[in-house]
């Protein structure tokens, strides 16, 4: 593949790799590796993936240390930071539990009631009933915890230190299927949270310029069906 050599972006990626330390991140796949690795390919673009946490991320995307995060939702603060582009698709929050222990939600108010908290990223969006029971329910550090770690997030799940977490529905599916630390969760079907995501790009590291390219290779990569192939891939079609 021919790049050009004013087009580098370092993007990052959460890694569910059972042994990530042995891993090699450019030949791991996941669904926001593949949409990245397609469109940044399609733009001619050379890139670096990165594993990190989600809010120290964020942090990075608005200082430029990394120039895209995929799978986000817009907001009036990070658009003061980044561009977004997309949708990239449909996002559907739900509660994962452990097999041996799976809580039923009927609704909401049924999170606060739950023998031991639930785990969440920082800084991330699960809609306005969630943000809501954030900042209104009394001692919210009993009913919630901030875990960025997915292997101690699984393993709080399995020794009943938390009695779920919020996920990505169909990234949980694909992972418990094939991920051996995932093949004991419990994917609740009360839905947390549904809204478009989208592809997002650092005003610091990417241009105007490269922005516009990255749309561009976007719509054509819709046109030619290789995201409708992608999404195909992890159920999501």
């Not at 030949?27 to 946490?53: M, R």
Request: net charge positive; aromatic share 10%; hydrophobic share 40%.
């Amino acid at each position: 593949m021919l790049v050009n050599s004013d087009c580098h972006l370092v993007v990052r990626f959460e890694n569910f790799a059972r042994y990530s330390s042995q891993v090699d991140v450019l030949s791991w796949h996941g669904l926001d590796v593949d949409f990245a690795k397609a469109l940044l390919e399609e733009a001619k673009c050379s890139y670096k993936f990165v594993s990190l946490p989600w809010g120290r991320s964020i942090k990075m995307l608005e200082t430029g240390e990394i120039a895209m995060m995929l799978s986000m939702s817009p907001t009036k603060q990070r658009e003061r930071f980044a561009y977004f582009i997309g949708p990239q698709r449909n996002e559907t929050i739900v509660f994962v539990t452990h097999k041996s222990r799976p809580y039923i939600l009927k609704s909401y108010q049924d999170l606060l009631t739950l023998p031991a908290p639930v785990a969440i990223h920082r800084d991330a969006v699960y809609g306005p009933e969630v943000d809501s029971l954030l900042k209104n329910t009394l001692n919210v550090e009993e009913r919630f915890t901030f875990v960025t770690n997915n292997k101690l997030r699984v393993s709080m799940l399995k020794h009943g230190r938390i009695s779920g977490f919020f996920a990505e529905k169909y990234n949980m599916l694909y992972q418990s299927e094939n991920n051996p630390d995932y093949m004991q969760v419990e994917i609740n079907p009360f839905i947390i949270n549904r809204e478009p995501v989208y592809i997002a790009l650092s005003k610091q590291s990417v241009s105007p310029k490269i922005k516009q390219r990255l749309e561009v290779a976007l719509m054509r990569l819709k046109h030619s069906g290789k995201i409708q192939n992608i999404l195909k891939k992890y159920k999501l079609d």
